[in-house]
């Protein structure tokens, strides 16, 4: 039976038989990440670390924003994490995925699991994160660098402001998944302060 997890402010858990899994709106730590699986039963401990890179598609990227539905989202991960476990014999499994902005070059997702010999390990790590990316209720939108002066689009901190931006199903976008193409548009209102829609 799944539990929610008493957590850090802004993460939401859970736990399973084995398996932990958590969306965060902070920066994600290897270590602890790995540390939620390590076991003296394992042989094996795999990790994956998913990071913000800064180009997509031939385009400069200034950051990525992830947002879902997190008990939906939770429940489908924690569905993931047994099934992994269960198939590919795993001592245990964490997935932890961060909402929100993510600079570029920090992780947005890790994915840590134990098993008692290296191949399952390995093995697991993949088939975890394929089917993460298939199935959990995440959405991605990358925003892009604009001009010469490699601005963010969203505004210099890019964390918002008139700019051009795709949001995307967390899946693969070579794979058929949806994107909606945005550009922020910015107006004056009678009270004369400039906003952005």
Known sequence: MAQATETAVGQDALTADGCYVALTEAPLDVTTVLGLVRSPKAGANVLFAGSTRDSFDGRSVATLRYASYRPLALRTMLGIANDVRTAHGLVAIAVVHRLGPVPIGEDSILI????????????????????????????????????????????????????????????????GAPTVLTAARSHKGDDGQTTTE
């Open 112 to 175: 840590a699991v134990a098993a008692p010999h290296r191949q399952a390990a390995w093995r697991a790590g993949e088939t975890c994160l394929e089917r993460v990316k298939e199935r959990v209720e995440i959405w991605k939108e990358e925003v892009f660098v604009t001009g010469e002066s490699e601005q963010p689009a969203s505004g210099d901190d890019g964390q918002g402001g008139p700019g051009e931006s795709v949001w995307r199903s967390n899946r693969d976008p070579r794979a």
